[in-house]
């Protein structure tokens, strides 16, 4: 079973924005006190390229990146990370699917070679807790 530590950052509405909002929890295992806080945050937003990106996020915040890609590319994303580990989702231009990655500090990923030319997305989702990144991407 998974700890109840998590199950409150795997919570996530996809494109909520400012407004009421209602919700119900219910205690399903055992007597324990159930509390929580609920926030809204946004994700952030940014452009990886061959000039380093930093990237910090709050607890609970994903980031949702770009960077641009040519047909044919063999394309390489780098960087460090602190604080915790990270999944990290790319998208083509059609928003298929490409790949997925986790790692947890240094990362070094080359990308299966792309097929479509434009703008790729990278989804970066922390495991839990703040999280510092700077991110690279190289084409060849």
Same mark, same amino acid.
């Given at each position: ?31 324990? #006190? ?17 000039? #380093? ?5 709050? +607890? ?32 083509? #231009?059609? +928003?298929?699917?490409?790949?997925? +990655? ?23 989702? #922390? ?14």
């Amino acid at each position: 079973e998974e700890p109840s530590a998590y199950i409150a950052e795997r919570l996530r509405i996809a494109g909520a924005s400012g407004g009421s909002y209602w919700g119900s929890v219910t205690e399903t295992v055992g007597s324990a #006190p159930l509390s929580f806080t609920a926030a809204l945050l946004q994700d952030a937003t940014g452009t990886v390229s061959s000039t #380093p990106m930093q990237l910090n996020l709050l +607890n609970g915040q994903y980031a949702a990146l770009t960077f641009a890609g040519t047909s044919g590319q063999t394309v390489v994303l780098s960087g460090t990370a602190t604080g915790t580990s990270a999944s990290y989702y790319v998208y083509a #231009p059609d +928003n298929t699917y490409v790949a997925y +990655n986790e790692t947890s500090y240094a990362m070094q990923w080359t990308l299966p070679t792309l097929t479509q030319t434009g703008t790729y997305q990278l989804l970066v989702q #922390p495991y839990s807790g703040a999280f510092s990144q700077q991110l690279t991407e190289t084409a060849h």
